[in-house]
């Protein structure tokens, strides 16, 4: 994913007329602040400076599209401990709010955090675009307020913004902060690049929530945080919504790359998936795919299967995760119950899942032009491919003994089970022929390991009712080699350790 272009227009600095920020660490700095974004939007963009050697207080800021806010090395935005500067947005403009003291704000719903209820500290209206937040590393820091107290704490997140688009967060330092630290809900084209988060404090401490998010790369980043350090997480109609942010309008957490981060959590897990997007009604709008987790270091690896907001059964699916050379210290056990359809780096799941596409392209791999389409009845799809395309699922298979492939085909094409790791077919069954017949594809593995099961059209083809028979159930972990090879953990005490 390319860096984003620097905003267009003009620079100022906040400490220049008409601005006159203080920098004192002391004066109130917020109407300056404020001042200058909204001149940079009002003039088409443009980068709003906090010049090195100041401590900028301030309240809550409201980002404009085509904005950067630039914190120079030796320069810090500090939260302002007192409730009377901080605004949210009203129409083009904004108003002043009170935002709540403490740690949650209901008895009754679990993790209702302040912080989903309190504006962030730099916070983007909706449908903001074009918008950053950039330093010149370690020494730009973002710290929050100061107070031993945690019931005199305004609990709040340093970033955050909800539906929003192609936007920087890069070379700053979030500090003794006290809730998640960015929060980018369901936003697509996003950059999170070379941002160190610590000193978690008075909090659940969390890093980057990356909630039903799209297009996201997040690289060169170092955590040490209180909870979860970086997740992908899955939602819908989330009972802790707020004025700011809401998951009744889901999409599905896709196109996500982590790669060369350090990441540690002083507990719970680096890195980890949060699957609690079963109260939507249409699957595939919640699925985790095309996740590619490459070259970092990561303490703990788990999963969220816990959903304390549904009493429905199971997680949303994920398909399409690649895990390749990283560094991992511990992985929890529920990583390895969770379905996943084609993983590289870990086995995937050992049976097909919606073979009758009742959830649309659930758990399906899908290359070129696939659409999934009604069949008959309510619950009956098929899935139609054009010319050159393919459609398939990733699963773990035990090598030797019979393995069946069934499928109802039309059309010209083939049906194929080839290797994850190069792509060489072990059996494949080609059918032409008008209206949908049953074919049969047997075979045996040569060896245990993950292939790829699913179809691919010569011309146009449709399948349906997919089923995969002959596999064994969850297979036990006990040495698990990955990462090509590279690194080997051990099953031992609910952990796999190096």
């Known amino acids: 994913m390319p860096e984003l272009e620097s905003a267009a227009g003009r620079t100022v600095r906040v400490t220049d007329p008409p601005y006159l920020a203080a920098g004192d660490g002391v004066t109130d700095d917020r109407a300056a602040l404020q001042s200058a974004i909204d001149h940079a939007a009002s003039t088409g963009g443009g980068t709003v400076i906090l010049p090195k050697g100041g401590i900028y207080l301030s309240g809550g800021l409201i980002l404009r599209s085509g904005v950067t806010l630039y914190i120079e090395g030796g320069a810090s935005l500090l939260q302002n401990p007192d409730p009377s500067g901080y605004v949210k947005p009203s129409g083009d403009g904004y108003v002043p709010y009170l935002p709540q003291y403490g740690h949650n704000w209901s008895q009754t719903i679990k993790w209702s955090h302040l912080w989903y209820r309190n504006y962030p500290l730099i916070y983007a209206p909706r449908g903001s675009h074009d918008f950053a937040v950039k330093g010149d590393g370690e020494d730009s820091v973002i710290r929050m307020m100061e107070v031993k107290d945690e019931d005199k704490i305004i609990k709040i997140c340093p970033i955050g913004f909800y539906r929003c688009s192609d936007f920087e967060i890069s070379g700053i330092r979030i500090t003794n902060y006290h809730s998640y630290a960015v929060m980018p809900l369901a936003s697509e084209r996003g950059l999170i690049k070379d941002v160190r988060i610590d000193g978690s404090n008075h909090g659940n401490g ?33 009972p802790r919504r707020s004025e700011w942010w809401d998951s009744d309008e889901p999409e599905p957490s ?23 997007g079963l109260n939507c009604d249409d699957l595939e709008k919640v699925e ?32 399409g995760v690649r895990f390749e050379n990283n560094e991992i210290g511990g992985i929890e056990s529920n990583f390895f119950e969770t379905r996943m359809s084609d993983v590289t780096g870990f086995r995937s799941m050992p049976y097909l899942e919606n073979g009758g596409f009742e959830h649309g392209r659930c758990f399906w791999v899908i290359s070129g032009g696939v659409s999934i389409q009604r069949t008959g009845g309510e619950e009956e799809r098929h899935a139609s491919l054009s010319s050159g395309s393919e459609i398939y699922q990733g699963i773990y298979i035990e090598g030797g003994g019979k393995h069946i492939l069934r499928a109802l085909v039309s059309g010209s094409g083939e049906m194929f089970v080839r290797r994850q790791d190069d792509g060489r077919r072990i059996a494949s069954l080609a059918f032409d022929h008008t209206g949908y017949e049953e074919r049969i594809l047997a075979f045996e593995a040569p060896e245990s390991g993950n292939f790829r099961v699913g179809f691919r059209a010569a011309s146009a083809a449709e399948v349906s009712s997919v089923r995969f028979s002959g596999g064994p159930a969850f297979p036990p972990y006990r040495d698990v080699i990955f990462d090509r090879g590279k690194i080997i953990y051990t099953y031992g005490e609910g952990l796999f350790r190096r």
């Open 206 to 238: 969390d890093g980057v929530c990356l909630m039903n998010c799209r297009d996201i790369r997040v690289t060169g980043c170092v955590m040490e945080t209180g909870d979860d350090s970086v997740y992908i997480f899955s939602s819908c109609r989330d």
């Open 288 to 319: 985790v795919r095309d996740v590619y987790v490459h070259d970092n270091r990561i303490e703990t690896l788990g999963v969220w299967l816990y959903n304390p907001y549904t009493d429905k059964a199971g997680y949303p699916p994920v398909t």
């Open 254 to 276: 896709e196109r996500i790359e982590i790669d060369h981060c350090d990441l540690r959590s002083d507990h719970c897990k680096a890195f980890g998936f949060i699957l609690w």
